[in-house]
């Protein structure tokens, strides 16, 4: 599958937590997630990845905060 | 007894609603009965049985959300 950037909405609410998010994705940089960026103000997390978005949507739930998939970049 | 208590030096939070997402998530974890974080000593308290969780696996749970995190004792 050709990776592509998905779109997220994740609750963050300060540096803190974007923080965790990084950390948390910095992670699984390992098994399939090529590059991702953060955009705190919007609360937007695009991760550039081959993986499935059910993937990404559990690695995101991890930091247990709300996460919703918004949809492929345009 | 089955109910101990672990001191856990916990990294990289900055708000209230960062601590309020660990206490959450990890009075959620199967094992902990009570976690009380505290932002301005970075340090959180959790109460569990050991039975059914270790320190190592606390530790393990809040770096999983993103967070470091040292056993202190």
């Given at each position: 599958m050709a990776s592509q950037t998905q779109e997220f909405f994740v609750d963050m609410t300060c540096e803190g937590c974007s923080g965790a998010v990084t950390r948390i994705l910095e992670k699984q940089k390992a098994?399939?997630?090529n590059s991702f960026q953060i955009d705190l103000p919007n609360k937007k997390v695009f991760?550039?990845?081959?993986?499935?978005v059910e993937d990404l949507l559990a690695t995101l739930q991890k930091s247990k905060k709300e996460v919703k998939y918004i949809g492929p970049k345009a | 007894s089955d109910r101990k208590e672990l001191?856990?030096?916990i990294g990289g939070m900055t708000c209230a609603s960062c601590v309020n997402s660990i206490e959450g998530g990890m009075k959620k974890v199967e094992g902990i009965y009570n976690a009380s974080v505290t932002l301005t000593t970075?340090?959180?308290?959790f109460v569990f049985n050991p039975k059914l969780i270790t320190p190592e696996k606390i530790a393990e749970e809040v770096e999983d959300m993103g967070f470091d995190a040292s056993?202190?004792?």
């Open positions: 098994n399939g997630v991760i550039d990845s081959s993986l499935p | 001191d856990i030096a970075g340090r959180g308290r056993v202190i004792g």
